[in-house]
């Protein structure tokens, strides 16, 4: 399983957001993608999901993901009246309605224990800390055990034990599904992914895997040597 981009460009009003976007993800692999706001980042995240659709241009834009994708974006969407399990009962029903009410149940279960989520499972979401929050919404997007992950910015905002904590989350959750990590922290890039990809006025500028770069100081030397 992999992502293929061949040719990709976005247009947003006369902006081009995006600009012949080339690359393959394989499964297995957490890509951090990094760039300075507005670079395109969240624009590529939101067509790879079918937010979005890329430009037709010439030569033709080629887009292959897989058939399942979880999405945490930045302004992770809560119903904050809602209790934890109902919240994530209503996602379950929404994608898996062939399962039964029991499995359901139980789908929704799994999900609350393997986020750390059974503290604080009978609470409304609207009562719950930032951290607990991000932990909600990983659950979400974890429904079905999707082969790609994407999540934008999914620790900001978050004190250094709650950053922890779901940085734990994210490393464990890709062990076996692609997933797509944009984020503004090069330690997170460090940390948690086996590949950087850095974006700049909607081109990729560089594409490396981090046993190349090395470590914090030297993807910021790369980060800063290829956006100035």
């Not at 890509?31 to 507005?38: A, D, F, K, S």
């Not at 058939?67 to 930045?74: K, R, V």
């Not at 999900?111 to 009978?122: C, D, Y």
């Not at 779901?166 to 076996?176: E, H, M, P, Y």
């Amino acid at each position: 399983m992999a992502i293929c981009i061949r040719h990709l460009n976005k247009h947003i009003g006369r902006q081009q957001v995006l600009s012949d976007i080339t690359l393959t993800i394989h499964d297995g692999e957490v890509v951090g993608l990094l760039g300075p706001n507005g670079a395109g980042k969240s624009t590529l995240m939101k067509i790879l999901v079918g937010v979005w659709e890329p430009d037709k241009s010439t030569p033709p834009v080629s887009l292959e993901v897989p058939a399942t994708i979880g999405y945490l974006p930045e302004q992770n969407p809560l119903y904050e009246e809602m209790y934890v399990r109902e919240y994530l009962l209503f996602f379950v029903r929404l994608r898996l309605p062939s399962l039964r009410r029991k499995a359901q149940t139980d789908c929704v279960e799994q999900l609350i224990t393997r986020v750390g989520l059974t503290p604080e499972a009978n609470k409304r979401i609207g009562e719950l800390s930032k951290g607990y929050r991000q932990r909600v919404g990983l659950a979400q997007a974890l429904i079905g055990d999707p082969e790609l992950l994407i999540l934008d910015e999914p620790t900001t905002g978050l004190d250094p034990n709650q950053l922890e904590d779901i940085r734990t989350l994210i490393r464990t959750a890709g062990t076996n599904r692609m997933v797509i990590l944009s984020t503004h922290i090069l330690q997170e890039v460090a940390e948690m992914c086996s590949r950087v990809i850095i974006i700049d006025h909607g081109c990729i500028r560089a594409d490396r895997l981090m046993a190349d770069v090395g470590g914090v100081k030297q993807l910021e030397e790369l980060f800063r040597d290829v956006t100035t």
